[in-house]
């Protein structure tokens, strides 16, 4: 089979682009699984450092691919990238996440993050050499290149069911079929070289052993363990793999079951947040979670969510409920774990008839559903050790804002309560967001509807949606009592003064003497596991010790936003003494890929493009950089709450987002080269009024628009996504378009910063979002796209362009 040049070319970059993102992926699932959530933000940066890093190093070398031999370069350069994915999946094998997050463990980080990101470095290498040298092409080629990241996105959820080293796999193997479709033209009989893409260099082979060896080899790893498993893991956190009674692989997580021991086994998701399995004939000790039922004497329905193990559907069914509605979000938790494996062991918890079991997200359940509860329970989601050095605190949950907690009380008969555990450490802020909900919910008093009692390190609140009456009270204080529980709170008794301050208070407060963040969070600020406030995470900088045992979700941010800064100052600074440098040893540019041609004005004259002006569109590439992550991190989480599943935001917002923008480059196509700049222009101001729009309306229009079908939904997030993504997606076509004529050896340069400002905006952008809310990170979108329509690089005509 032999191909084209340019389908060759489009074909192998589409590849390359579906391989990026669903390694990406896959990368935020084990790191998650072997280290910790604060650790799959890390993942998320990789690709963009690899590719910003890429493409300056194109820029400083470009031999590394170029033209002639530009498709055999291209090849090496995808099997490389599959060769670096085999290393990356071998040594993530052998880590173990550290005990302790010290500065001695930096060095270890540090080279985590190189091996990882030597895959998105190759792939860099690729994409911003096919951007260099098919430049006059690249309105349709981002095209390839964003439809088949969509690809991508979908793909990975297919691969993770396959567990995610496996996952690890199928990335060496399409980066390896990459590497073949790049190769393909070089089959044609004009591969002496009528086109400089197919032409060979005289010292470069077609890397046809290269590339099989690694097609090959990568297929024969993955069907291997399928028949002799090898891709085992060690330790996964506070797991020992090979001492589980079951180990599984979902799209959300790592599930494991620890075997049992005196009738009970633990359920882990990601080697922690445990919850205990029961067998038939353990129950499980009195918990002030369950003084709810005190006040039900049996009468439901009831409602758990995140059931996991289901020891709460057992404490239900002890209270003399009836009839239980439990939802768990994990499809392998409920199929595989409790209506498989452990089946038995539970005496069939799950397919008891007063069991009703959803796999859902809860507060999707809850936004499609009418139904009222006596009772709703919501018991310990993670697990201290996580909470306590702040590994949560990049980990939005929808489940713990203020509109949750209003929705939750509506879904309550008039007696109804809520209880809600944490661990005390959280309490202060768990009072401050019920405080808020109630408020919400129509509560003039919301002391009145509080009660709550601790033991064992965490705190039960039972919220209830008429006030308390002195009978009721009395009877839960004497449960606390009989049992030994610790009353907490209590409507008729005024106890610790930071308590009765946050229930007297509209929305919670921030501290200012600890500068503690005791506001409750919102779905636009889902963070409630965040305890900062933005001025205490700013001082924690000059204590990084600090910040690295207690706060290592802020220290990751920290981190990458750090590596971003550094790169982008080097590699602004370096390419432009090595431009200097070319520029006096006569250097000029390459050739196009299509034509063999150096490029010359009207006139006859050749062109310099080191000597272009750089500023511009330098900062411009920078500008739209952050601009489109920011705007992705935003609006992917706003609608992975409205879609109501994590996997549906991937499905459908990321692609649609993806898909939109690649139409967006397709209509630059036609856009004439004199008209690019104002089009460019005008496109950034609607981006500047759209995303400010949308902080400011998207919220209120969710919220109100979640009770329509998913299907509505669905249609409905295609319908918000596409404008922004048309006009995001036209921005860096145009500026190619701009600068191909005239400066195309700079582009590599401006692509490696590009990458680099978007690692960097991930990390500014958590920050605001932490802090502030995604409405914010929103605005700082807009701030960029204000940059982006000062700095769109200018168009100088036919004649030679002058120096700045």
Not at 150 to 165: D, I, K, S, T, Y
Not at 188 to 217: F, N, W, Y
Not at 788 to 804: D, F, K, Q
Request: hydrophobic share 50%; charged share 15%.
């Amino acid at each position: 089979m032999a191909l084209s040049p340019r389908a060759g070319l489009f074909g192998g970059v589409a590849l390359l682009s579906a391989a990026v993102v669903l390694l990406q992926i896959v990368l935020t699932r084990l790191f998650s699984a072997l280290f910790g959530h604060h650790f799959a933000f890390v993942a998320i940066s990789l690709s963009l450092f690899g590719i910003g890093v890429g493409g300056a190093l194109l820029y400083t070398m470009p031999m590394l691919a170029r033209p002639p031999g530009l498709l055999s370069r291209l090849a090496i350069h995808a099997s490389l990238a599959s060769a670096a994915t085999l290393a990356a999946l071998l040594f993530l094998m052998r880590q173990k996440a550290p005990a302790s997050f010290s500065a001695a463990e930096l060095g270890k980080f540090a080279l985590l993050y190189c091996v990882c990101s030597l895959p998105f470095l190759f792939s860099g290498i690729a994409v911003t050499s096919a951007i260099r040298y098919a430049a006059r092409d690249m309105s349709k080629l981002y095209l390839v290149d964003l439809l088949a990241a969509a690809v991508g996105g979908a793909a990975a959820l297919v691969a993770l069911r396959l567990g995610a080293p496996r996952a690890f796999l199928v990335v060496a193997i399409v980066y390896a079929f990459a590497g073949l479709w790049f190769s393909l033209p070089l089959l044609r009989g004009d591969r002496a070289g009528k086109s400089p893409l197919s032409q060979r260099a005289p010292h470069i082979e077609p890397p046809t052993s290269l590339v099989a060896t690694m097609l090959l080899g990568s297929s024969v790893l993955l069907a291997g363990d399928f028949g002799a498993p090898w891709l085992k893991l060690g330790d996964v956190r506070e797991v020992r793999v090979d001492k589980t009674e079951f180990q599984r692989w979902s799209i959300l997580s790592f599930v494991t079951v620890d075997k049992p021991v005196a009738g009970m086994a633990w359920l882990r998701t990601d080697g922690t947040a445990a919850t205990a399995i029961l067998d038939q004939k353990t129950n499980a000790p009195l918990h002030p979670d369950e003084m709810g039922y005190v006040l039900q004497r049996g009468e439901g329905p009831a409602l758990i969510i995140g059931a996991g193990g289901g020891r709460d559907v057992r404490a239900a069914l002890k209270a003399g409920q009836k009839a239980i509605d439990a939802v768990e979000i994990d499809p392998v938790i409920v199929n595989d774990v409790m209506r498989g494996a452990m089946s038995t062991f539970s005496g069939g918890l799950y397919n008891k008839p007063e069991v009703n079991v959803s796999i859902a997200d809860g507060r999707s359940f809850i936004a499609s559903s009418n139904k009222q509860y006596r009772a709703i329970v919501l018991s310990l989601v993670h697990t201290s050790a996580a909470s306590s050095v702040g590994a949560l605190s990049l980990s939005e949950n929808s489940l713990y804002t203020t509109q949750s907690i209003r929705d939750l009380i509506a879904h309550l008969t008039a007696e109804g309560t809520l209880t809600i555990n944490r661990w005390d450490a959280e309490f202060p802020r768990l009072l401050a967001l019920a405080t808020a909900g109630l408020r919400a919910s129509g509560a003039q008093d919301p002391k009145a509807h509080l009660f709550a009692c601790s033991h064992d390190r965490t705190t039960a609140l039972l919220i209830k949606r008429t006030p308390y009456d002195r009978e009721e009270i009395q009877k839960l204080r004497r449960h606390c009592q009989t049992h030994h529980f610790r009353e907490v709170v209590a409507p008729d008794i005024k106890r610790r003064e930071l308590d009765e301050q946050l229930m007297f208070s509209a929305r919670g407060f921030i501290d200012p003497e600890s500068g503690t963040d005791y506001r409750a969070p919102t779905d636009d600020r889902p963070f409630f596991f965040h305890t900062l406030s933005a001025g205490s995470a700013l001082a924690l900088l000059s204590k990084p010790g600090d910040m690295l045992r207690d706060h290592q979700g802020l220290a990751m941010l920290t981190a990458v936003f750090g590596v971003s800064v550094v790169l982008m100052a080097l590699f602004a600074f370096v390419p432009l003494a090595l431009a200097r440098m070319r520029r006096r040893s006569g250097v000029h540019t390459e050739p196009n890929a299509y034509t063999d041609q150096s490029v010359h004005s009207s006139s006859g004259v050749h062109t310099d493009p080191e000597a272009s002006p750089r500023a511009r569109p330098l900062l411009f590439f920078l500008a739209i950089g952050a601009g489109f992550v920011l705007v992705e991190m935003s609006l992917i989480q706003k609608l992975t709450l409205f879609l109501g599943h994590p996997v549906y935001a991937i499905t459908v917002a990321l692609a649609a987002l993806l898909v939109s923008a690649g139409i967006g480059s397709l209509s630059t196509s036609r856009i004439a080269l004199i008209a690019a700049p104002l089009a460019g222009e005008y496109r950034a101001q609607a981006l500047v009024g759209l995303t400010t729009l949308y902080a400011v309306a998207l919220g209120p229009v969710l919220e109100r628009a979640m009770v329509l079908p998913f299907g509505v939904r669905v249609f409905f997030t295609i319908a918000l996504l596409l404008p922004l993504g048309a006009l995001m997606g036209s921005l860096a076509p145009l500026g190619v378009k701009l600068l191909a004529p005239r400066a195309a050896s700079i582009l590599p340069w401006c692509w490696s910063l590009n990458g680099l400002a978007s690692v960097g905006a991930t990390a500014v952008g958590a920050f605001i979002a932490l802090s502030f809310g995604f409405s914010a990170t929103l605005i700082a979108a807009g701030a960029a796209y204000v940059i982006a329509a000062i700095t769109v690089p200018r168009y100088t005509g036919e004649s030679a362009p002058s120096s700045r």
